[in-house]
């Protein structure tokens, strides 16, 4: 594991690098008369609206409300979504009933729901954790049907010939086999919740990381929109971070590589 780690260092650091790189021709460019520093402030003083906005505590309000619309859709459209695909893997009838209205459903992009959203739901949180919860339903619902059809038939066969019965199934084997799959569809709908809460909170105008940047560019106080999207970024990020350690935890005999 330590070795792993250590040969990944070079390229976390070059990748590091390019970003550093990418800051630091910006600055230049805006300290040069190159750019407009009324429209792209220089990222140092970005930097400083953001260290300023941390310090002050600003950041705590918005930041709690974001990931409380956050968590709570995703784990529930997760939840939901896992016991539904295991369902649908398992047994054909339903996976029959339920394909069409998922395929008509799945490809729609879920901002296009949030004017019906708002007619029915007002802008209020139940408005805001519909379109992140549908979101976040649908790629964790086909990785648990991919998932769960993909299961290995002896790993089954093995729990008949031990008379396990459907629920210890499902629970015992074909639930743990199918997680890697799972996960991944957990992985890449944290991304998009994220996202749809974002757009959310810009359309409803009543709080959050969403709300602060848009009024920030109304009101036309640039350093401070950059600064809330530079919070939004080390947001997703360290979302991401925690994610994947947590997966590794999950699922570690499936992660595991011979030497």
Known sequence: MADAAAKRWPERALGAGVILFALAAVELA????????ALIPPPSAVAQR???????????APLGATLYLLFAAYFA?????VVVGLLMGRFRPLYNLLEPLVEVLRPLPK???LPPLI???????PMKLTVVGLGVFFPVLINAVQGVR??????????????CGRLALLLKIVLPAAMP??????????????????????LAGTGGLGYLIIDMQRSFRVRDMYAWIVILAVLGYALNAVFVVLEKRVIHW???RPD
């Open 77 to 81: 459209a997760s939840a939901a979504a």
């Open 30 to 37: 805006v300290r040069g008369g190159l750019v407009n520093a």
């Open 150 to 163: 993909g299961v290995d038939p002896v790993l089954v066969n093995t729990g008949r010939t031990f008379r």
């Open 119 to 125: 007619l029915f739901l007002g802008l209020g949180d």
């Open 111 to 113: 901002p296009a729901l």
């Open 254 to 256: 499936a992660l595991a």
């Open 50 to 60: 953001v260290g300023a906005i941390v310090a002050s505590g600003e950041l705590f």
């Open 181 to 202: 799959l799972i996960l991944a569809g957990m992985r890449v709908a944290l991304g998009l919740g994220l996202i749809l809460v974002v757009i959310a909170e810009m």
